[in-house]
Structures are given as structure tokens and as C-alpha cells.
DNA sequence: CGCGCGATTGAGTAATTTCAAATCTAGTGG
DNA sequence: CCACTAGATTTGAAATTACTCAATCGCGCG
């Protein structure tokens, strides 16, 4: 299962065995049941995870109780909460299991340590951190410009094994929409 | 005008005098006039601009030749197209100068060599991505969980100078909301 | 068989949009 | 100093979109 972490990674820098070496001894595993919590809200988030089997979710909940989900990370996909990793703050958002899921993780201080330590890393993350940043800006976009039923059609195109593991209500709020509506979208 | 920028970094890394004439010489300089484009959606992108004086939005038309602002940028802002930037493809943002603007601005090529030559600098746009991450991530919350007048409410305060700045309109944009609706909000 | 979860359907309601018109405001030239 | 204009903002009224609440349906599993 290193090997997934590595591919990824290699996809961005190519690492000899010592390097890759080096660098998973910065990360920590970790395997969680469906239902797990990695993170919870108002508790500590230290760690950033880099799942390579099954998935999880990242979810706000709002004043009125409401859950707003931010990502779905399956395989070979990084979640966290990001304001609170950064900024080592109480975690604002709920990080949950929705399959029995595996995990490397690494945190705040083993991540700086690995970027001064191993300058690829730190190549690595920056473009990592990259990407997510222009996924993110389509996703305002999206939000902005579309109708609920062109963003499920999109979401339908971008992540159609989704569609198989997750269930329509979750999908629903990742989309800012009602499950009932979502339900009505032909 | 060069020390704005000089802060900016600074605000994250120490530089020597000699390692900031070495940064500065990637950036080039251009001022604009008022409602000139730094980009035109459909041209190239080659540029991340560093605004040091005046204000640039950038916007998405739609296929509706809706208009969406993605972004404000008064001084002290950085603003580009990032997916065309990063990846070398055409523009689909615009950039507009909505008053006399005076910019630093850098290529993707220069950015690279940059990092490459200066580390420092490298760990800086890592940690300035990082930032505009989350503060994406906020965004897209926001316009999941609040509704119209408390999205308003969190830009005045967040703000607070925009708005004496920038037409109400461009401002119900940046909100996702139409202009009349912003004008009934009290 | 019946439970429980997920998905659907119906009906009424709330928020926001759209289109159109009116109003306000700052800057300009006479 | 005033009239005028262009841009910005506000207001009104109808239409649309999506939400909420409630009930029903479907189905896999013990």
C-alpha cells in the first residue's frame, strides 16, 4: 500500500528508493472502520491523510445543525481540514469514514521537516497544493454560474465511481443542493 | 513600490538585500489604466500579478454571458488566471482593472527558476497557496450555508474597504447574488 | 416477515431572480 | 452655477427555483 503513496508522488517527482525511504518515514498509517471518525470537530487536527483504500468525507456543520460536505476523498486523494492543519486550530470540520479505509498520514511538523529535509517534497506539495487550489476555484465558480442540475451532470462526468459508493443524500450536500431536490433532477 | 512587494515576501520569509535583487529581477513591472485587461479570457495567461497599487477583479462569463467575479485584488493581493497560468492554457478568466493599477508580475517560467534558485521563495508560494486554499475552502462553505444577506454581512467584514471601492454590483457578483437582491438586503 | 436506510413524491412555502421602470449621484460642459 | 448625461442603485411585481415537511416507496438483510 506504500506503493500507492508512491505512485502519487511519483507522478509529481521521481524518487529513488532511498529518497522514497526517507520520505515514508515521515508518515504514519493508520486504517479506520466505516463510521470512524479521523477528525472531529473541536478537537485537534494535526494530521493531513493521504487515503489508499476506501474513503472518506470532510463535512461542515452549520449554527443550524445543517452538514455541508467539502470533499470526498477515495483513493489516492489528501484530505484534511486545512484551515485547522495549518494554522494548528481546533478542527472546524467533521472528517468521517464512509468505507473501512487505510491511510498515510503526516503532520504539520513532519511536513515542514520533510520539505527542508528532501527539496523534491517541498516541489511536491507546492504542486499539489496548486492543483487543489484551481479545483477549487472551478468549484466557485460552478457554484456560481450553474444550475443544480448542470453541477450534478458535472459531478456525474468528473467523479461517476462516486455515484456508485456514495449515497445521493451526501452527493446532494457536496452539490449545495436538497437530497429531495437532487432526487427530481431527471 | 519594489518594498511592497519586498513586505509582502517578508511578511513570510527574510530576505537579505541581495536575495531580494535577486527576486526581483524575475518580476517585471506594468501599470494600467483603469478598465484595461491585464487578461482577456481566450489569450494566454502567462502572468501572476502582484498588485502594489489600484484593484483588479477577475471574472467568469458564463454561457449565458453571465458575469461571475472569481476575485478582488487591491494592493498587496496577488491575482492570475491559475488555471490557465499554471498550466499554460488559455485564458477562461478575465482581468480587469477597476482603477489605475500598478502591478509586479511574474511568468510560470520565472516562478520556476525562482524556486529553484532561491528555496526561501519556494517555501514562500507554497505557504501563500496554502493560505489561498483555505481561504477558498471558506468561500465555497459560505456560499453553501449562508444565505444572501450573511454572505454580505462577512464581506463587510472581512472588507470593510472594498466597499467604498467597488460598485455594489461587482460586489453582489462576487456574492452569487444578483445586484437588486444585494440592494434589497438592509 | 419486518426493520431500517435510502430514495422518491406531493404540496405548500421561502428565497431569489428577472424584467422593467424610477431614482439617485457625480462629473462635465456651457 | 446649472443643466445634462452616464453610471449606479433602488423599487415593484411576477415568475422561477429550490427548500421544507410529511408521507410513501423500495429493497437488502437478519
Request: with cysteine.
Amino acid at each position: 500500500m506504500e506503493s500507492v503513496l508512491r505512485r502519487q508522488i511519483e507522478a509529481i517527482v521521481v524518487l529513488t528508493d532511498e529518497e522514497f525511504q526517507k520520505v515514508i518515514s515521515y508518515f504514519g498509517m493508520r486504517k479506520y472502520k466505516k463510521n470512524q471518525y479521523p477528525v472531529q470537530a473541536g478537537d485537534p487536527a494535526p494530521n493531513d491523510f493521504f487515503v489508499t483504500a476506501g474513503l472518506i468525507q470532510s463535512s461542515y456543520t452549520d449554527e443550524q445543525g445543517k452538514d455541508h460536505i467539502v470533499q470526498f476523498a477515495p483513493e489516492n486523494w489528501w484530505i484534511s481540514d486545512p484551515q485547522s492543519y495549518h494554522n494548528s486550530l481546533p478542527a472546524t470540520l467533521n472528517l468521517l469514514c464512509l468505507e473501512d479505509t487505510q491511510t498515510y498520514f503526516i503532520s504539520l511538523e513532519n511536513r515542514e521537516k520533510l520539505c527542508a529535509d528532501l527539496h523534491k517534497m517541498e516541489y511536491f506539495f507546492r504542486k499539489k497544493t496548486q492543483a487543489g487550489y484551481i479545483a477549487l476555484q472551478r468549484r466557485i465558480i460552478s457554484l456560481m454560474s450553474q444550475s443544480a442540475k448542470e453541477r450534478y451532470d458535472q459531478f456525474i462526468q468528473l467523479y461517476p465511481q462516486l455515484l456508485q459508493r456514495v449515497p445521493k443524500a451526501l452527493i446532494a450536500s457536496y452539490l449545495g443542493i436538497s437530497r429531495e431536490t437532487l432526487s427530481r433532477l431527471s
